[in-house]
């Protein structure tokens, strides 16, 4: 989200996992486009209104925070793939390049209980490559463990790609803020801001959570589901922590995934 320039600021500080419940945070114990820019969803789009957020579960293993410099500075999750691989998080986290880049899933309280991935691959569509299209602010990233056999997705788990599932779902949203060492989690319902924008009202996600899963249709088990947006589009995510957004998922992101999982030599 963009406070002052961007939700991608790099910063750290210690706290324990929040949960959003309707306004206030709690602390828990830690366990190419389809052709538009958006221009100002509020002004260019009537916004329905939408429930309270409520209170929702801890974060899952499958969402972590993006290292650069020994500091998180973005978010992101593993979605699933052939391979096991895959994380998926906002363009516009990828500013700087992807060199010294790690993603440390299910990070909490200084500890990255499996360990360290480093990036070795990105993904981002053309459109925003070429112009920064809000509609295309998602990306994809290829990870790996040197000396580890089993897969990322098989240690932490993986959300499903979900495409065209329409502006109202009920997600569950989660993000590292970057002045927090562990996790913000809220759930509510998400409703249309712009043609290729969606919305979603949950208090307490500042910089920091850029590229954080929208979670539908998560098994009350795992926590895990249907990634079906990350924090970014109008505004890189939006202009108060209080309102997020996201590019809407459609047949770009899914053309984009298509490409990373036929890639050789993953």
């Given at each position: ?5 961007s ?11 929040l949960?959003l ?13 389809d ?17 309270a ?25 593993v979605?699933?793939s052939?391979?096991?691989?895959l994380?998926?998080?906002a ?13 440390e899933?299910g ?11 480093t ?9 925003w ?12 990233l290829?990870v ?14 993986a959300?499903?790609?979900?495409v065209d599932?329409?502006?109202?779902n009920?997600?569950t ?14 759930a ?14 949950c ?6 959570t850029?590229?954080?899963?929208w979670v ?18 109008y ?19 899914q ?7 036929a890639?050789?030599?993953?």
């Open positions: 989200m963009v406070i002052n320039v939700r991608a600021v790099l910063a750290v500080s210690a706290a324990a996992v949960v419940t309707g306004g206030a945070a709690v602390s828990t114990s830690v366990a190419d486009s052709g538009l820019l958006g221009g100002d969803p509020v002004a260019s789009a009537a916004v329905p209104e939408t429930p957020p409520t209170p929702a579960t801890a974060a899952t293993d499958a969402v972590g925070a993006l290292f650069s410099g020994g500091k998180h500075f973005c978010s992101a999750s979605v699933h052939p391979a096991g691989d994380v998926l998080t363009a516009h986290c990828l500013g700087g390049g992807t060199a010294g880049l790690t993603f899933p990070y909490h309280d200084g500890v990255a209980p499996y360990g360290s991935w990036v070795t691959a990105s993904a981002v569509p053309a459109g490559t070429a112009s920064a299209d809000q509609d295309l602010d998602f990306a994809f290829t790996t463990q040197p000396g580890t056999a089993a897969s990322l997705e098989s240690l932490a788990g959300n499903r790609l979900g599932r329409g502006f109202t009920r997600i949203l989660t993000g590292y803020p970057d002045t927090a060492d562990a996790p913000v989690v809220c509510n319902t998400t409703t249309r801001s712009d043609t290729y924008q969606q919305r979603v009202e208090p307490g996600f500042p910089d920091g850029s590229g954080g899963p539908t249709a998560a098994d009350p088990a795992t926590g895990l589901g249907t990634v079906i947006g990350v924090i970014g589009g505004e890189q995510g939006g202009d108060t922590p209080d309102v997020s957004y996201s590019a809407y998922f459609d047949k770009d992101i053309q984009l995934y298509d490409s990373v999982i890639a050789p030599a993953r």
